[in-house]
């Protein structure tokens, strides 16, 4: 499995709906922090630097983690144009990489993009289909639109890491939603039981 390093940043953690710690390395369940990699991010590019010409300009030999360090340092700048080009130039040196496919995921989330959110996460997950942490932010958003996509993702990540505890969290605000209350405070209460600081946190406000 490649190098995850998640980069903390200032934005406030939209997970929980309420600010909390900006990053649970342990889960990999991050929102509000970018992603980073260097050698062996599991890229579908053999190499971490080879001769590119960017659209930002940056010509000669750059490396994926060039590009994503540079993309990061302009999104907590919050340069979110400069960032997502950034991000795309991470394609063009490293194409179908994660982390990229993720940070712009991340940015059109953050600015309320969600459609255009869900298909960049997507990528990532068919760049690796095990990483969780685009999972989880395409099932935050798929809460609001169908909540058994939403559901089957937070299953998914479970099953890949029984540890999740903000997972299992979610899940059970999705099974109040779908009526299933058993199986809501059963979700909850594992939940609590891996991080006892979410028992003071209550499901998120929702439109529909």
Same mark, same amino acid.
Not at 149 to 167: E, F
């Given at each position: 499995?490649?190098?995850?390093?998640?980069?903390?940043? =200032?934005?406030?953690?939209? =997970? !929980?709906?309420? =600010?909390?710690?900006?990053? $649970?390395?342990?889960?990999?369940?991050?929102?509000? #922090? !970018?992603?980073?990699?260097?050698?062996?991010? /599991?890229?579908?590019?053999?190499?971490?630097?080879?001769? &590119?010409?960017? &659209?930002? /300009?940056?010509? /000669?030999?750059?490396?994926?983690?060039? $590009?994503?360090?540079? /993309?990061? +340092?302009?999104?907590?700048?919050?340069?979110? *144009?400069?960032?997502?080009?950034?991000? =795309?130039?991470?394609?063009?040196?490293?194409?179908?990489?994660?982390?990229?496919?993720?940070? $712009?995921?991340?940015?059109?989330? $953050?600015q309320r993009q969600s459609a255009e959110a869900i298909a960049d996460y997507s990528k990532?997950?068919?760049? *690796?289909?095990?990483?969780?942490?685009?999972?989880?932010?395409?099932?935050?958003? @798929?809460?609001?639109?169908?909540?058994?996509? #939403?559901?089957? @993702?937070?299953?998914?990540?479970?099953?890949?890491?029984?540890?999740?505890?903000? #997972?299992?969290?979610?899940? &059970?605000?999705?099974?109040?939603?779908?009526?299933? %209350?058993?199986? +809501?405070? %059963? +979700?909850? +209460?594992?939940?609590?039981?891996? *991080?006892?600081?979410?028992?003071?946190?209550?499901?998120?406000?929702?439109?529909?």
């Amino acid at each position: 499995m490649g190098i995850r390093l998640h980069i903390a940043t =200032r934005w406030p953690d939209i =997970r !929980l709906g309420q =600010r909390r710690r900006a990053l $649970l390395v342990a889960t990999c369940l991050t929102f509000g #922090a !970018l992603a980073f990699t260097g050698c062996g991010s /599991g890229s579908s590019t053999s190499s971490s630097s080879q001769a &590119s010409t960017t &659209s930002s /300009g940056q010509t /000669g030999t750059t490396s994926a983690a060039e $590009l994503l360090s540079t /993309g990061i +340092a302009q999104a907590n700048a919050k340069q979110y *144009d400069q960032a997502a080009t950034t991000f =795309r130039d991470v394609l063009v040196v490293s194409p179908g990489n994660k982390f990229a496919w993720y940070n $712009l995921g991340l940015i059109a989330q $953050l600015q309320r993009q969600s459609a255009e959110a869900i298909a960049d996460y997507s990528k990532a997950i068919a760049s *690796d289909p095990t990483y969780t942490p685009a999972m989880y932010n395409k099932a935050i958003l @798929l809460e609001g639109t169908d909540l058994h996509s #939403a559901l089957a @993702l937070y299953q998914r990540i479970i099953k890949i890491n029984p540890n999740a505890a903000t #997972a299992y969290l979610r899940e &059970s605000f999705v099974y109040s939603r779908l009526g299933e %209350k058993a199986q +809501a405070a %059963k +979700a909850r +209460a594992h939940a609590i039981s891996l *991080d006892k600081q979410l028992a003071t946190v209550t499901a998120p406000n929702q439109s529909k």
